[in-house]
């Protein structure tokens, strides 16, 4: 079975700082992949970021990054340059090919002015 | 190329009613998937569809929730009986079905109180 951990509840970072959202998974299949979403107080869970398990380059998108650390079982996000906007909730998420996501319980991020 | 549209917003209810869901997937998206959302947990997995066929249910879709997606393009989530333990967010998603990621999009969910 697979499972998400993120193991930060909530984390504070100043505006213009970079912060970095920790994520392991667990899996024994050797093809899957890893996603990032960030939920505001709207609801809505936006996709942010994509790593397939054969990618050899670490994903980016604009302002965040995905650290893959294969052999750790690791995909943190990066955020560079925070901004007050980026305050939400964040989850981590995998699946295995087509399958359905696996959610983490998510980081509650707070960007201070 | 509009989002994945869900309503209600909101739906408060009393307890041992029945209430429906609805979701419009982004058009061509061959795939719907049906999540629930507590308070201070990540979603978790209900039902998908591809197209008009429900291939997968999790354990925690019990007899009173039923799913449907008659047409292959908007589907409806029905609790019947509804219990206090039902109050959640539920998020619907969809995503293209044709390629071997598949990226979920998702709408802003139904946020359901039973009182």
């Known amino acids: 079975a697979q499972k998400i951990t993120q193991t930060q509840p909530g984390m504070f970072v100043q505006e213009k700082e970079a912060v970095t959202l920790d994520c392991t998974y667990d899996t024994s299949d050797p093809s899957y992949g890893l996603f990032w979403y960030k939920q505001p107080s709207s609801g809505e869970m936006i996709f942010l970021i994509y790593?397939?398990?054969?990618?050899?380059q670490n994903a980016t998108e604009g302002r965040y990054s995905l650290n893959f650390q294969k052999a750790r079982k690791s995909a943190n996000l990066v955020i560079s340059a925070s901004q007050l906007g980026d305050s939400a909730m964040y989850f981590c998420a995998m699946n295995r090919g087509s399958e359905k996501l696996v959610f983490g319980k998510g980081t509650k991020l707070t960007v201070n002015p | 190329d509009t989002g994945v549209s869900q309503d209600p917003r909101h739906k408060i209810t009393k307890r041992g009613q029945n209430v429906t869901f609805r979701c419009d997937p982004i058009?061509?998206?061959?795939?719907l998937y049906w999540y629930r959302q507590t308070l201070g947990q990540g979603p978790e997995f209900l039902t998908y569809?591809?197209?008009?066929?429900?291939?997968?249910k999790s354990r925690l879709l019990s007899d009173r929730f039923s799913a449907e997606r008659p047409k292959g393009s908007f589907s409806t989530l029905e609790i019947q009986r509804t219990e206090q333990g039902d109050s959640a967010m539920y998020l619907c998603a969809s995503s293209p079905g044709s390629g071997a990621v598949e990226k979920l999009f998702f709408g802003s969910g139904t946020q359901l109180s039973v009182l």
């Open positions: 790593q397939g398990s054969y990618d050899q």
């Open positions: 058009s061509e998206h061959n795939r």
């Open positions: 569809f591809q197209n008009e066929a429900q291939l997968e």
